[in-house]
């Protein structure tokens, strides 16, 4: 049974395909009911389509991963980018205080996300900062592990999230295997795992609806256009998501 009926706008994705039509920029496809829920009506169809998995990757790594509350200390590194944007904003409605990791020309980017605290990685190795935080997330895995855990509180939860840096598709998996095994010693290394369903896509829409989170969008792509925007994607520069539309 579902709440759903023939053309209602929907928020959701198919991920991670298992009952789902599989496909890449196709123009139908087939979604499991639970994995869907009515669009808010504030929502654009590119604002929607760009949040799901970045927003419940974002959603998943502050709520149920970092547990973060009030006043929990957490630093994002790659702030600027579609799951850092989405985790910053999140962190902030929770009541964190964050500190965001971008490059210069985001600076004020991440400021007007409300971080409390920006990086500029062109200026300063936050593995160097003297702040110590309860939470890393790290998006970009540009710094062996065990350099950024240096500046972890005691007690801190690491969460690393990226197969890949800008050295290319899948340069961070030697990163990532590094921070699994030093989770097996005196780190807290925790991982995220996507869950797509009704109770997560109703917090996020919440979150979306109330403007305590926005969708940042670096650009908009015909599906004419599709290989431009996955070389921009690959690019590892984008501000917040890359959306292809119909």
């Known amino acids: 049974m579902t709440d759903l009926r023939p053309g209602d706008e929907v928020l959701g994705s198919s ?28 929502l654009g169809f590119e604002e929607a389509a760009a949040a799901v998995i970045s927003g419940l990757t974002a959603l998943s790594a502050m709520r149920d991963v970092g547990k973060v509350g009030s ?3 957490v630093l ?12 910053l ?9 964050v500190t965001g990791v971008s490059s210069h020309r985001n600076v004020e980017l991440l400021r007007s996300l409300r971080a409390d605290h920006v990086i500029d990685y062109t200026k300063e190795d936050y593995t160097r900062d003297q702040r110590r935080y309860d939470v890393i997330l790290d998006n970009v ?10 500046v972890l509180a005691p007690t801190g939860i690491f969460i690393p999230n990226s197969v890949g840096n800008t050295g290319g598709p899948f340069a961070g998996l030697p990163r990532t295997a590094r921070a ?12 995220v795992s996507l869950v797509v369903n009704r109770e997560n896509l109703q917090a996020l ?14 650009n908009v792509y015909p599906l004419s256009q599709a290989a431009d925007a996955v070389a921009h994607m690959l690019g590892h520069h984008a501000r917040g998501k890359i959306v292809v539309a119909a």
Request: aromatic letters at 6%; glycine letters at 12%.
């Open 15 to 42: 991920w991670p395909g298992a009952l789902a039509t599989p496909g890449t920029f196709a123009e139908f496809t087939t979604v499991p009911a639970t994995q869907l829920i009515t669009k808010p009506a504030s």
């Open 71 to 73: 006043g929990t200390r």
């Open 76 to 87: 994002i590194n790659g702030a600027s980018g579609g799951v850092g944007t989405f985790a």
């Open 89 to 97: 904003q999140i962190a902030k409605a929770i009541g964190a205080e």
């Open 141 to 150: 895995m540009n710094h062996p592990p065990s350099k950024t855990v240096r």
């Open 180 to 191: 699994a095994m030093m989770g097996r010693g005196s780190t807290d290394v925790r991982f």
């Open 205 to 218: 829409a919440a979150l979306l609806e109330s403007g305590d989170v926005n969708v940042v969008i670096d």
